[in-house]
């Protein structure tokens, strides 16, 4: 099993800035990373596949970067709808795709 | 506009069988190269991925669920399904059905609390 750890598990941040949150993997994944975002009450929504590209209807705000074992998410100027969880997730072992345990992004 | 449904019984006593069903709108569930995923997470905890099913039939489970999971599909209804035996409190969650391309899942339900108590 791929283990997938984020950090930090909390991140607070103000309006307005940027925010960073990592993602690592417990051996290589290539570029096979997803980000998601969660609010309270929904489903994920998917953010970015393939380590860096957005998905449709995704801000450019948004962006990812990454390969091998380290990743990144960069919400370069946070928005009030942006506070919410986010989760990476590698498909690179078809057979047993793995979701981190979640950053929870929340304002300062 | 793809939309994903589940339906099922929130209620399911201790070592009994777990039922969901995905019914897939706005467009065929046989159509492009998708697979069709099950997803769980517990109330304040992360994703726990449970299979996927191509429109062939063809599955993938978690090792660690596969003892216990059942996913297929129905073509005609354009539903996929999830039956998960010999259930515990452990597996009390919410559940998710998703749309998978290799490129992560773009489409979710809205996820549907399925509880384990007698």
């Known amino acids: 099993e791929i283990v997938m750890t984020q950090s930090p598990a909390t991140l607070s941040v103000s309006p307005g800035e940027r925010a960073t949150l990592s993602c690592r993997a417990s051996q290589s994944v290539s570029s096979n990373l997803a980000w998601y975002q969660q609010k309270p009450g929904q489903a994920p929504r998917l953010l970015i596949y393939?380590?860096?590209t957005r998905a449709t209807g995704i801000p450019a705000r948004f962006s990812g970067s990454g390969s091998g074992t380290e990743f990144t998410l960069t919400i370069s100027s946070l928005q009030s709808e942006d506070f919410a969880v986010y989760y990476c997730?590698?498909?690179?072992?078809?057979?047993?795709?793995?979701f981190g345990q979640g950053t929870k992004l929340e304002i300062k | 506009q793809v939309q994903l449904q589940e339906s099922g019984p929130g209620l399911v006593k201790p070592s009994q069988t777990l039922s969901l069903t995905c019914t897939v709108s706005?467009?065929?569930?046989?159509?492009?190269?998708?697979?069709w995923s099950w997803i769980r997470q517990p109330a304040g905890k992360g994703l726990e991925w449970i299979g996927r099913?191509?429109?062939?039939?063809?599955?993938n489970y978690n090792p660690s669920l596969k003892s216990r999971v059942t996913i297929s599909v129905d073509t005609s209804k354009n539903q996929f399904s999830l039956k998960l035996s010999s259930v515990t409190a452990a597996d009390t969650a919410v559940y998710y059905c998703?749309?998978?391309?290799?490129?992560?899942?773009?489409?979710w339900g809205q996820g549907t609390l399925v509880t384990v108590s007698s």
């Open positions: 706005g467009g065929s569930i046989s159509s492009g190269s998708y697979y």
């Open positions: 099913i191509y429109t062939s039939g063809s599955t």
């Open positions: 393939g380590a860096s």
């Open positions: 998703a749309r998978g391309a290799g490129l992560g899942y773009d489409y």
């Open positions: 997730q590698q498909y690179n072992n078809w057979l047993r795709e793995t």
